[in-house]
């Protein structure tokens, strides 16, 4: 068919994914897993020109310019990153990932207690808290948290046959591929041990009582429950 000979139907599809792509980015959130949030505006810019872009090669679709083997070649390096994003997922980073970078027990930020004291939910005697948010309470307001009923989710670090396991959050502020680790150790209970078998990577949500000593935190488990890896399981 002569319309499959026409290089601008390249040009025009190859557009059309990249600004369908960058607007899921941008629409779903899955942008922060790439780039920081402070570029977001860059993205939608970049999109818009894309766009206009992709008008002008729409008017050219009138003309008949026929594709050669350079084109195809050309092509091929422009849908590959497309291709590559669609057949790898990004997702959570494992345990090896933790170790490797060190888990941080310490978080600090005054901002994040200012919003959270507006926006905190609740699930019946609980507060639901993020990793983050607890460890913000217990390096700047220890005595708001200490004792404090509150559930937490994240991913499992145990060793051997411990009573103790590290739930763990990556936290990112630039991209993925700086991610730090944040971890808050869970001491639970013997019947508690006996009730689920905890296997590292597994997601788990945490209902207990903080405990701090000595500036450090711990979660007295009372329930701890498997459960989904969230559609986006990085912290901000």
């Not at 994240?154 to 991209?175: A, H, P, Q, S, W």
């Not at 590292?200 to 000593?213: C, F, L, Q, R, T």
């Not at 488990?221 to 399981?233: F, G, M």
Request: overall charge positive.
């Amino acid at each position: 068919m002569k319309v499959l000979k026409n290089r601008d139907i390249y040009n025009f599809l190859i557009l059309l994914s990249y600004i369908l792509f960058f607007l899921f980015l941008s629409f779903s959130g899955h942008y922060r897993i790439f780039v920081k949030k402070f570029y977001f505006p860059y993205i939608l810019i970049g999109t818009l020109i894309l766009f206009s872009i992709l008008l002008v090669t729409l008017k050219r679709l009138k003309t008949f310019r026929e594709i050669s083997v350079s084109d195809i070649s050309s092509f091929i390096v422009f849908i590959f990153p497309l291709i590559l994003v669609s057949l790898v997922r990004p997702t959570n980073l494992p345990i090896y990932a933790a170790l490797k970078r060190g888990i941080q027990t310490e978080f600090i930020s005054e901002n994040i207690l200012k919003s959270l004291r507006e926006k905190i939910e609740t699930e019946g005697i609980y507060k639901k808290l993020n990793i983050k948010q607890l460890l913000a309470f217990t390096k700047s307001k220890p005595d708001e948290i200490n004792g404090k009923d509150v559930i937490v989710e994240g991913m499992v670090f145990k060793e051997d046959k411990n009573k103790e396991f590290t739930l763990i959050r990556f936290l990112i502020t630039c991209c993925a591929a700086d991610a730090t680790p944040l971890g808050v150790t869970v001491e639970y209970k013997e019947e508690e041990q006996k009730k689920i078998d905890l296997k590292n990577e597994e997601w788990v949500k945490v209902k207990g009582k903080v405990k701090i000593e000595n500036n450090k935190i711990k979660i007295i488990a009372e329930e701890i429950e498997k459960t989904i890896v969230p559609s986006d399981p990085y912290l901000y």
